[in-house]
């Protein structure tokens, strides 16, 4: 099987981001030879016709040894029938299949009938799925089997499997059996299906398969030479072992011929249980259906629904619960009709009745919070109903004291801000790297983090530094070397305290690419990493190499940290309602800090009190259940696609001959400058290349570019980001999107982007852009100068995106000048003393005139331009003239924080006076 000496049909191998979109492509190719045959004149179709559609199947057989589905038996099925020159009957059967894959029916009826074909029945009736069958089909899953059987053997053993099924089993299930550890590989990478994976002892290493774009998915396991070198006997557990690796969600159960005591004490990989050379078959089909079922379990949302069921009087607040105030209506009964009885049945205040409490679970959803820390990989993850924002805030309140130094980028949410006014920080606001000409910024390099950790550390102020505070990924879809960053920081600071705000981020724990720059991920990474003794050595021999090195060589080196200092201590904010199934405002905390229960837990309990509502939503905590069960067992395949179509997207814009003409898709090297790209990776597809493998540039570089989200750039068209989403996008077509910049608008794919929406989107712009070219035909000598002026002002003439200034030194307390940090605090809180308080416009030139005559203007207030929508001024900042410039130049609408009928709100030349008198006193 594979490439080498053999036509393919249609297209490279470079036009396909991935091998499901080739198997797509060439089934609906199939498809269609398969049509020519059958409407073949007289029934005899040509020899190129027939070689046609047998090159095709042919070209399918590398992918399909790795689906249930139509499976191995399938393929023979449909090879014997286009030798028997069978041409009706193979293509009901081509069609019949092509139909089961894109509705997705296999996985009901059809799978179970996968060995009995008839090509004589009715291909088109069984393929289409009812939504009422739908709704109460069984759950299908597949199980691997890694194993080197004949064909005879291999059948034997999925006969066998498949006899332990019964009717009343809660899930349904093919097996599917390869023979080396390769291919299971690459099957539990490929088949988004899988759920459990059965090792036994008898398999091959090395795959016999040689299609190109499937080692493609080898590579995110390691190295050929890795795999190699692995011994014969531990082939078993070293899959184990990978298998955890790729996909942790995974079921794995190792079946082995190794006696218990040679057993015993051995490090299996991870499997989820051990079979002793039997053929059990009724214990392992029990325990596949087991492990499926603890990830489908929903604590909170069956109690919810049981609660539902019950008759029950109400004598409590609410009168909403059970439907009641709506029922009786004669004026609102329309609520009813439009969400339904069940929302209100399961609507209550009531913590007991087989429900729990947020504030204080110990029943289900305590149960349900276990669940999602392991599906996220947590050591503890607490649920949230109002927002990302709230847990951010719970966050840095339980773990920062008031005076201790805290890290944060500059523009991370307005969340954050707040909360450092609430714990009382010293705050050090940290530059990310600008992107001028899309008037956006990045991400914070990590040289800057280091150099101002050893400027702290140069102070004698690193004992009071307490967290690094980052935003992973950025709105714009920046991505942190998350362990790269953490390792190298705690290298200077090793009990450094990391909150990686990753509200845009929770999907991609289900993503081996993503996966690895979460979090939870490098957590538990870099804890295994510092118990490995080889680790200690490199430490050690680091530790030579580095003595009396000066601030830019630690600069400059991979700094690794003392593996008896450091402390693990990561917490991640997750909006779970911006990228996976919940409602709005569910969010979660995830917790792996080594000192959580000695030092955090109570400070963390009130903060938590402090914060959450007495009264939370029960429907959003549901719903934040079953989008942990949905992304146990389908997020994996539902990211899959979430990037494909993403990667459809940019493909279509940047190969669109007219929309070339006004829209460009950011790559990789305009939204990452070169020095953060280790691997040299521009972009994700171009016309010349095809495809670049994005695990490259993920596992290399100092920051990667999520593909999901897709900039593109409007300003060809004369209008800024923010007309464009609204008079062109929301007004016209109506299209939602949410960030936009001077000259940008992002589109986000999620899990619930369709291929429909994704191809409405590519026809919207192309009807803007034929709109626009009739307009510029049209158009005069001067409005074609006119437009070609706009279209130079969004793309050229930028204002240059300011930096932080400093804070005053009036809120720099005691000897805090050497080192920038600021009182967030009390710059906030002494705005709120309106005599202390002036304004000036910033339409004249009073402010520049001012600080000529040397005066500091000093913000009491966030000032946040929308777009972009970060603060370009925080209270107690210096207002600087590029500042002011860049406000003026922006041309926006909305500007939180200040107001056009007075101006910009700044300190008294007296207050400030008055505070830094204070300051110097306290200091001597």
């Known amino acids: 099987m594979g490439e080498s000496g053999k036509k393919q049909p249609q297209h490279s191998l470079s036009d396909y981001y991935s091998a499901t979109q080739l198997r797509s492509d060439r089934w609906t190719t199939l498809k269609s030879a398969a049509a020519a045959l059958a409407k073949a004149e007289e029934g005899r179709p040509n020899v190129q016709q027939v070689e046609k559609a047998r090159l095709i199947l042919e070209s399918l057989d590398p992918i399909e040894i ?38 997705g029916s296999y996985r009901g009826k059809i799978a179970t009938a996968v060995a009995d074909w008839d090509a004589d029945g009715p291909a088109e009736e069984e393929a289409v799925e009812t939504q009422e069958e739908r709704a109460h089909a069984r759950p299908y899953f597949e199980v691997l089997i890694v194993d080197d059987l004949s064909s005879v053997q291999e059948e034997k053993q999925c006969k066998a499997l498949r006899e332990m099924r019964g009717p009343d089993d809660k899930f349904i299930y093919e097996p599917v059996v390869v023979p080396s550890l390769e291919d299971a590989l690459i099957a539990v990478l490929l088949n988004h299906n899988v759920q459990s994976v059965v090792v036994r002892y008898d398999f091959q290493l090395k795959s016999v398969n040689n299609l190109k774009i499937l080692h493609r998915y080898l590579n995110r396991v390691g190295d050929d030479e890795d795999i190699e070198e692995i011994d014969p006997d531990d082939y078993g557990p070293e899959l184990c072992r990978l298998i955890r690796k790729v996909r942790p969600e995974l079921d794995v159960f190792l079946v082995t011929d190794r006696s218990v005591e040679d057993i015993a004490g051995r490090d299996l990989g991870g499997c989820l249980r051990v079979f002793y050379n039997q053929e ?56 009813g009709d439009f969400y339904g009885m069940n929302i209100f049945l399961a609507e209550t205040s009531a913590t007991s009745g087989g429900l729990d409490s947020l504030l204080e679970p110990h029943g289900p959803i305590k149960k349900a919070q276990e669940l999602a820390a392991r599906a996220f990989g947590a050591k503890r993850t607490y649920f949230a109903t109002n927002g990302t924002s709230t847990c951010n805030k719970i966050v840095v309140q339980a773990v920062i004291r008031p005076g201790d130094i805290v890290l944060v980028d500059r523009d991370c949410h307005k969340s954050h801000h707040y909360g450092m006014v609430l714990a009382g920080a010293q705050v050090i606001y940290l530059d990310s790297y600008p992107l001028h000409q899309y008037s956006m910024y990045g991400a914070v390099p990590l040289a800057s983090i280091k150099r101002q950790l050893l400027e702290l550390r140069r102070a004698g102020k690193l004992d009071r530094v307490r967290m690094l505070l ?87 080196t991979r700094l690794l940290p003392d593996p008896d200092k450091v402390r693990i201590r990561v917490y991640a904010t997750q909006s779970t309602h ?119 540039e993920w596992a290399q570089g100092e920051f990667a570019l999520d593909a999901t989200r897709v900039s593109l750039t409007v300003g060809g068209t004369g209008l800024d980001g923010d007309s464009f989403k609204n008079d062109i996008l929301m007004d016209r077509f109506g299209i939602q999107i949410n960030k936009t910049s001077r000259n940008t608008v992002l589109f986000m794919t999620h899990i619930g982007t369709t291929r429909s929406s994704v191809a409405y989107l590519i026809e919207v712009l192309v009807r803007v852009a034929q709109d626009l070219d009739s307009e510029q035909e049209d158009a005069s000598a001067m409005e074609r100068k006119s437009f070609q002026r706009k279209v130079r002002s969004l793309m050229e003439d930028l204002p240059p995106l300011p930096d932080f200034s400093r804070f005053h030194d009036a809120f720099r307390p005691g000897k805090g000048v050497d080192t920038p940090e600021g009182d967030l605090r009390a710059a906030y809180f002494l705005a709120y003393e309106e005599s202390k308080c002036e304004y000036f416009p910033i339409e004249t030139r009073a402010i520049e005139t001012a600080i000529g005559k040397g005066r500091e203007l000093v913000s009491t207030s966030f000032i946040i331009p929308y777009p972009p929508g970060f603060p370009i001024l925080v209270p107690g900042q210096v207002i600087s003239e590029e500042i002011i410039a860049f406000m003026r130049a922006l041309d926006v609408k909305e500007i939180h924080g200040y107001r056009a009928d007075l101006g910009m709100r700044v300190f008294t030349e007296e207050a400030l006076n008055a505070l830094s008198e204070n300051v110097r006193t306290a200091a001597e």
């Open 578 to 696: 911006k990228t996976l199934t919940s409602l709005r405002q569910g969010s979660m905390i995830h917790v792996a800090d080594q000192d959580f229960r000695g030092e955090v837990e109570q400070a963390f309990h009130e903060a938590y009190m402090t914060h959450t509502s007495t009264s939370p939503n029960y429907q959003i905590i549901a719903s934040l259940d079953v989008g942990r069960r949905q992304v146990e067992l389908e997020g994996f395949e539902l990211i899959q696609k979430q990037v494909e179509a993403a990667m459809t997207m940019r493909k279509a814009i940047d190969s669109h001959p007219l929309l070339k003409k006004y829209f460009k898709v950011l790559t990789v090297g305009e939204m990452i400058p070169a020095e953060y790209r280790d691997s040299g990776i521009t972009s994700y597809w171009d016309p010349e290349h095809g495809w670049t493998d994005i695990w490259d």
């Open 66 to 103: 790795y689906w249930a589905f139509p499976g191995k038996r399938g393929m023979e099925h449909l090879r014997r029938l286009l030798v028997e020159a069978d041409h009706e009957a193979f293509t009901r059967v081509v069609t019949r299949v092509v139909r089961a894959l894109l509705s």
């Open 470 to 556: 980052l935003t992973n990924c950025t709105f714009d879809g920046i991505v942190y070397n998350v362990e790269r960053f953490m390792e190298e920081c705690l290298a200077i600071k090793p009990d450094l305290v990391f909150l990686w705000d990753e509200a845009w981020f929770a999907f991609a724990r289900f993503g081996p690419t993503y996966r690895q720059r979460t979090g939870m991920h490098a957590a538990q990474t870099l804890r295994e990493r510092y118990r490995d003794p080889a680790y200690r050595k490199a430490f050690e021999a680091q530790q030579k190499t580095l003595k009396d090195a000066d601030e830019k060589t630690l600069i400059t």
């Open 280 to 335: 059990d078959y009724v214990e392992l089909h029990l325990n596949i259906l087991r492990g499926v079922n603890a990830r489908y379990q929903t604590p909170f949302f069956t109690a919810l629904k049981e609660y539902s069921k019950q008759p029950t009087g109400v004598f409590h607040a609410l009168p909403i619960s059970r439907g009641k105030s709506i029922a009786r209506s004669h004026w609102i009964r329309d609520m």
